[in-house]
């Protein structure tokens, strides 16, 4: 039998490659291209008043400078909307090169195409803006105020939206209790060690626009150029080989960049590259989670819930492009594993003269959570049980499943729960980190230090529609080509898809080739996010391998003359069951599948003409067939499958310097059938590392004239790996019954509940209420000092 | 975040190296370039030249005699750190390097940079002020030593004239009866610190504290001297209490807020590890 792979620990098929530099990023590319070197905004806000640019055409090495009354076309046009909403009623996107008015510091300005970066910085220099400046709005309390970030959008409001199921007003006047809460996160981003980046290369001789693009979805990338660019489609291949992180950010597209560097390509007789900067990446990209909430919770004298009213604000920047899908996944995963019969949820999403808000790995999930499991701390607190307690008094209970929210979710479509076991998660996870035996060990904390403890609890819905598909070739040379549209960031998509590939279809793992995210491949996908690629694009190629076995097992049976029944494919050969020596290997399956005039090797004359196959009733290839051992299979799922996970942690506050330091970190968590662990608690730990950032280390720190004061890694405090503690892991598997591996996805998870679980745990330490994050030294010592409770 | 353009000159000598900065308009001194390079990068700093000293063997020296270790101007980090003898002669110097930066920074970067960068945030700055050391220069108009209290002007000011080279850095050793420590917080390891704290205690024969200084860094615009003399003259290490060393350093502190941490907190935390490195000079 070939040994199932599904489930094992096998090891990451990209690393070598990887890690040994032999990685192929789009910087890697086009040695020669023209570098596109953009002209960025000083201002938060300003009109523009007169570009200058004479000075820097005379410098040598350049080759065109282009402002916005350069663009043709649909270039002059604003950049899409990417995804509507009927509650979005004032979306704004940006255009390629800003017309008449700046809205972020970072803003495109002016392109310059030249020799290289150098030249192309030093005319960047040269290049003479006026502007006339206005009042910046910054930050929410910004936003709510009277000066607007775009003349016709009043109150800033993008979108104000409101969702309710049961009846809050009702449940919140006859709850015994009601607490009144606001919790607020500051911004903070993913910070991909690969910034954007695109290479674009116009073949004059077969008319192709090729492109090479650090993106997160490859097609729709390509529909985009094509469509701005007035070009056919079939003229642009895009190809994302290798992409180092995305995060969220690389799922925005088109940015202007992309588009300039294509229409550079076309027009100036050589290929154009952009590789955006770390400063760039900080102040021209995208940004997540500020958000501010106001929440309004009912519940009984044992905690249970009876109703809770939640109003946010989202700043989402100045444009909106990506629509609110981060607030709206904030409104409807806010409720979490609890039972919560009567919810309403009301956000406005403002604009703030800032960089543009889209999703960022965990996706407004940190809010929510923060939010829900603050508030069921504030209950137990206020009630006096264990915190663990008033948790478990809610849960959803293993046999409610299917769950129905009550609401729409992210994919436009109902958001139910599709299964999950969250008493037990939250009682593996309490065991774990010895929750019961806590109170020993604070009281054992050395002199001038406090412990506390924390646990907290979400659920993710994830792998989202519409569809993903792939493809399965079996080569007559034995190799088993795999391909699927979404492209891999550094996720493990090709050591995973080759799992499946190998168990559906019985051949080696080691025999498996995967690619994803060329169009030139794979035509028609969505992208990868929302912890999607496992669920979709992993369904997708167990259809395509399933067909493909069904192919090589009726034309072995043929060769074989066997019955089709009797077969099996083992290690690559079709079989007659439990007979071994009958047998025929995919390859020369592959050969048979493909009737052939011209021969060319020796095992390729079975397939020839005079070969003596089939029969003359027939045509060589029978009506209803393809030549080819292939298949294409698709994987549109129903509506996402809900992950979930539970995480505890150990604190040690010193009170000297107010540094936390985790002592113990645990994460349990449950998505679904487990295809490799080991790639799963790589995703965990790169989750729970930018949890700990966004909670301890990361913020971006707008000054009042929106100027981003740290954009650099000197001053934007991505940690180390010197400031993540071990995390300690544990899984629980409830497959999910959507689809038929079971599987629910895995990427985003570990991010989503830490800056709810580190509040959790200082808070006990240090008594007093944690309602922001991140949370600095200095901020948790004002703080201290602000409640009376210094330090004895 | 690409350097305006400049040209490279590799110097030969010292001699070569003062005559270039003399005769090149603008010229900068390119040592390891962990400061400058940065710098340069972010167009904050456009030198027309850049005359580099890093592979000069005359600079490359670390002397150690009965007074003193003297550190040569184009000795990394990572030698200092390194070498057994001043381990063994002035351990300050080794305490202080471990929390200068990363190693891959430490491989490149010099000691004798760090001063002439003259970055109120760098360890070797507040090292070379609570030794009371000095460093030597050299230029066309003749060489001379700058004592560490003059050598700092201000943030990344230092009183070098345009023209002048640093040589070296003289450390002088701790006497037999000296005792030295380190403290500092920083966000994340290697980081610059928040706040840190550099103690030198001299006791007298009887184990009573002769005198007691603290070097502070990251909290001014030059490496800060506080004395402690007055306190703790006589006293022993067993008797400092907590809250006479935070009052001295806090009321004597004036600190900058910047994104990472308020004025307060940063005096708080200097003032706490004054105190805990005073405590650990036993
Ligand atoms: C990520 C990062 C983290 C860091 N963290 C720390 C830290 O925690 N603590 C710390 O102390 N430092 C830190 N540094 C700075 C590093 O220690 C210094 O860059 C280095 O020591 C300076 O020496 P250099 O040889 O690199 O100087 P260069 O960068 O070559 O030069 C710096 C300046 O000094 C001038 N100069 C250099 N040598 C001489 C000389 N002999 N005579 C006259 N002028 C001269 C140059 O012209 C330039 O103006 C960090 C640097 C980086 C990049």
Redesign the interface.
């Known amino acids: 039998m070939t040994t199932r792979s599904f489930g094992k620990a096998v090891r990451r098929t990209e690393d070598l490659r990887l890690i040994t530099g032999q990685g192929s990023f789009t910087d890697d590319a086009g040695p020669n291209a023209l570098s596109l070197v953009m002209v960025r905004s000083p201002y938060a806000n300003a009109r523009v008043v007169s570009i200058d640019v004479s000075e820097a055409e005379q410098l040598n090495g350049v080759t065109a400078i282009l402002t916005y009354e350069d663009l043709p076309g649909r270039l002059a046009e604003p950049l899409p909307l990417l995804i509507p909403h009927p509650s979005l009623s004032a979306p704004r996107t940006q255009h390629i090169l800003a017309k008449d008015y700046v809205r972020y510091v970072g803003q495109s300005v002016v392109a310059i195409f030249a020799a290289d970066?150098?030249i192309g910085?030093?005319a960047a220099?040269r290049v003479i803006v006026e502007y006339e400046p206005k009042v910046a709005v910054v930050g929410i309390d910004g936003a709510l105020g009277p000066n607007l970030v775009h003349d016709d959008v009043p109150r800033n409001v993008a979108a104000d939206h409101s969702e309710h199921v049961g009846d809050v007003d009702s449940a919140l006047a006859e709850a015994p209790h009601v607490l009144e809460l606001d919790f607020e996160m500051e911004r903070s981003m993913g910070s991909a060690l690969e910034g954007r980046a695109s290479h674009a290369t116009w073949d004059r001789h077969s008319r192709k626009l090729r492109i090479q693009n650090a993106t997160q979805t490859p097609t729709s990338v390509r529909f985009a150029v094509a469509n701005i660019l007035e070009i056919p489609d079939e003229q642009v291949e895009v190809f994302a080989i290798d992409v180092g992180g995305g995060f969220g950010t690389k799922v925005i597209h088109p940015w202007p960049e992309d588009i300039l560097t294509a229409w550079g390509a076309m027009n100036y007789e050589n290929s154009v590259k952009f590789t955006e900067?770390?400063?760039e990446h900080f102040i021209s990209s995208s940004h997540e989670r500020g958000q501010r909430h106001h929440a309004k919770v009912g519940f009984d004298e044992e905690g249970r819930l009876l109703g809770l009213d939640v109003d946010f604000v989202h700043d989402n920047g100045a444009y909106t492009p990506y629509g609110m899908i981060a607030p709206l996944i904030t409104a409807t995963q806010l409720p979490g594993p609890y039972r919560l019969p009567n919810y309403r949820v009301r956000f406005r999403s403002v604009y703030t003269n800032t960089v543009q808000v889209t999703p960022y790995r965990g996706a407004a999930r940190p809010h929510a959570v923060f939010t829900m499991e603050r508030t069921m701390d504030r209950i137990a607190a206020f009630l006096g049980i264990d915190r663990s307690e008033v948790r478990q008094r809610n849960f959803i209970q293993p046999d409610e499943f299917p769950y129905d929210l009550g609401m729409i979710f992210q994919d436009g479509r109902p958001a139910i729960y599709d299964s999950g076991d969250y008493p037990e998660m939250l009682n593996k996870a309490l065991s774990m980190i010895e929750w019961d035996s806590f109170a020993e060990r604070r009281s054992e904390a050395p002199p001038g230090k406090r412990r506390g403890i924390g646990v907290a609890c979400y659920v993710e819905g994830t792998g989202l529609g519409p569809y993903e598909g792939g493809h399965v070739r079996v080569e007559t040379g034995g190799k088993i080509q795999v391909s699927t549209g979404l492209a891999s960031s550094g996720q493990g998509h090709h050591t995973v898809f080759a799992q499946i590939v190998a168990d559906e279809l019985g051949v080696p793992f080691e025999d498996v080739e995967v690619v994803t995210g060329d169009t030139r491949r794979f035509q028609y996908a969505v992208g990868t996010f929302a912890s999607r690629a496992a669920v979709t694009s992993g369904n997708a190629v167990a259809e395509a391998a399933r067909l493909v076995k069904e192919k090589a097992i009726a034309l072995a049976a043929d060769a074989l003359e066997a019955n089709p029944e009797d077969l099996e494919i083992v290690d690559g050969q079709v079989q007659v069951k439990g007979t071994p020596v009958r047998a025929i290997p995919l390859s020369q399956v592959a050969v048979l599948a493909n009737p052939l005039r011209y021969s060319f090797s020796e095992a390729a004359r079975a397939a020839t003409q005079f070969a003596g196959n089939g029969s003359f009733d027939e045509p060589p290839i029978k009506p209803g067939e393809d030549p080819g051992l292939e298949a294409t299979g698709w994987y549109s799922p129903i509506r996402a499958t809900f992950a979930s996970g539970t995480h505890a942690v150990e604190v040690e506050i010193d009170l000297?310097?107010?540094?936390v330091e985790i002592l113990r970190y645990c994460v349990v968590h449950d998505c679904g059938r487990i295809i490799n662990p080991l790639i799963v608690e790589g995703q965990i730990h790169g989750g729970v590392a930018q949890g700990i950032a966004g909670a301890l280390?990361e913020?971006l720190?707008y000054d009042e004239d929106g100027n981003l004061?740290?954009a650099s890694f000197m001053?934007f405090?991505m940690?180390?790996c010197?400031?993540i503690p071990k995390i300690e892991i544990d899984h629980l598997e409830t497959p999910s019954p959507l689809n038929p591996l079971g599987i629910k996805g895995a990427g985003e998870a570990g991010v989503i509940p830490v800056s709810a679980v580190i509040a959790s745990a200082i808070e006990d330490a240090e008594g007093f209420e944690i309602n922001q994050m991140p949370l600095?030294?200095?901020d948790l010592?004002?703080m201290r000092l602000a409640s009376g409770r210094e330090p004895a | 975040m690409k350097p305006a353009s400049f040209d490279y000159h590799r110097a030969t000598s010292v001699e070569d190296a003062t005559q270039l900065l003399s005769e090149l308009e603008d010229a900068k001194i390119l040592a390891g370039g962990q400061s400058l390079i940065p710098l340069m990068n972010f167009r904050l700093s456009t030198p027309p030249h850049l005359i580099d000293i890093s592979n000069l063997p005359e600079l490359s020296e670390i002397k150690v005699d009965d007074r003193s270790v003297t550190v040569g101007a184009a000795v990394t980090h990572t030698t200092l750190l390194k070498t057994q003898r001043v381990a063994s002669e002035l351990p300050l110097l080794v305490d202080a390097e471990k929390l200068v930066a990363h190693e891959v920074i430490r491989n490149r970067g010099t000691v004798c940079g760090s001063l002439a960068h003259a970055d109120p945030a760098g360890e070797m700055t507040a090292v070379i002020r609570v030794l009371d050391g000095a460093v030597r220069t050299s230029s066309v108009d003749g060489e001379r030593t700058i004592q560490a209290v003059d050598l700092f002007e201000g943030p990344l000011q230092s009183s070098l004239k345009e023209n002048e080279v640093i040589v070296e850095a003289i450390f002088p050793k701790l006497g037999r009866n000296s005792l030295s420590s380190f403290r500092e917080v920083a966000r994340r390891h290697g980081d610059y610190a928040i706040a840190g704290a550099v103690s030198v205690v001299d006791y007298d024969d009887a184990r009573s504290i002769a005198s007691a200084r603290t070097a502070f860094l990251s909290v001014g615009p030059v490496p800060i001297l506080i004395s402690f003399d007055q306190l703790l003259a006589k006293t022993k290490i067993s008797d400092i209490g907590h809250d006479e060393i935070y009052e001295i350093v806090s009321s004597q502190l004036n600190p900058q807020a910047d994104v990472h941490a308020s004025a307060d907190y940063r005096r708080h935390l200097a003032a706490e590890l004054a105190w805990e490195s005073l405590k650990a000079c036993v």
């Open positions: 970066r150098y910085e030093d220099e900067d770390r400063v000297a310097t107010s540094e280390y913020q720190a004061q740290n001053d405090l940690p180390y010197t400031e600095f030294p200095s010592h004002s």
